[in-house]
Nanobody, 114 residues
């Protein structure tokens, strides 16, 4: 089983930035796909961004131009750089990795509020 541990969440003011990290127990290059979902209370889970084994990336419409997904193969870490944060970005952010199956982290809370 792949272990995924998110970090970097917190409270930030609107317009601010945060960087989320997801530490993986295996090589990030070994996964077919890795990415981030988020879920706010009372709302459906939403795909935020993902990156394929080949390095291709895709983003949810609500975060395009503001978030950047990347991976560091030396550190086995997936990152999500978030800027121009809005109150509607408030959610728990979950890292996932697709190998033989989809594995999930436990999530990290992001709160955007003044």
């Amino acid at each position: 089983q792949v272990q995924l541990v998110e970090s970097g969440g917190g409270l930030v003011q609107p317009g601010g930035s945060l960087r989320l990290s997801c530490a993986a127990s295996g090589s990030v290059l070994s996964f077919i796909n890795m990415g981030w979902f988020r879920q706010a209370p009372g709302k459906q889970r939403e795909l935020v961004a993902h990156i394929t084994a080949g390095g291709g990336t895709d983003y949810g419409d609500s975060v395009k131009g503001r978030f950047i997904i990347s991976r560091d193969s030396a550190k086995n870490t997936l990152s999500l750089q978030m800027k121009s944060l809005k109150p509607e970005d408030t959610a728990t952010y979950y890292c996932f990795a697709d190998g033989l199956r989809r594995d999930w982290g436990r999530g990290t809370q992001v709160t955007v509020s003044s």
